[in-house]
């Protein structure tokens, strides 16, 4: 097959035995740059980036359950026969393994979103939430001041109703908002 950009070599369009239509996407090894793999879809319409996509998040389901299974012992380390031990245990299991790969992406992962947001925001500053609705309302308040006296009084009832069914500490935020006549 043609050689595109990327790990990607190409696809071909082939029927099985018993003739049903299947798309081959031919695709670098990762682990071993001279091997490739053969990706099998039998949705024709998708294109070979999204066939490779939707393997690539089914891998990491298959790697997911590989390691529950053989390093965190899920079905061998606990032989409970009723239901609700089997869904307890694997409910521990599956909690270990976040909190592990949780450790993982804090120690190793350089790609960690949350980690790269802070590195370029530095000039962002923590607010606190009350902080933020009191500076959204009052540029709210602030443009319904502005607007014809018919369509602001209709706006500062709706306003004032969502305030009073608030719980009591955002009604706190709101008490006095600085209606103007």
């Given at each position: ?19 049903i ?20 879809s ?18 990491a389901i ?5 390691s ?23 409910t ?27 590195r ?6 923590d ?55």
């Amino acid at each position: 097959p043609e050689h595109t950009p990327g790990n990607q070599f190409g696809s071909i369009i082939v029927k099985t035995k018993t003739g049903i239509p299947v798309k081959l996407v031919f695709v670098r090894n990762r682990n071993n740059k001279r091997d490739w793999l053969t990706v099998l879809s039998t949705d024709l319409s998708l294109s070979d980036e999204e066939i490779i996509r939707i393997y690539g998040n089914r891998w990491a389901i298959e790697v997911f359950f590989k390691s529950t299974k053989s390093l965190m012992k899920l079905g061998t380390e606990f032989q409970g026969r009723s239901y609700d031990m089997m869904i307890s245990h694997t409910t521990i299991v599956f909690t270990r393994y976040i909190l592990l790969e949780w450790l993982r992406r804090n120690e190793k992962d350089d790609k960690t979103l949350c980690e790269l947001f802070f590195r370029l925001c530095d000039d962002i500053q923590d607010m606190a939430l009350s902080t933020a609705l009191q500076s959204l309302m009052s540029v709210f308040v602030e443009q319904l001041n502005s607007v014809g006296s018919r369509k602001s009084t209709l706006l500062k009832n709706q306003l004032q109703l969502w305030i009073d069914s608030q719980a009591s500490f955002i009604k706190a935020l709101f008490g006095q908002l600085g209606w103007e006549s």
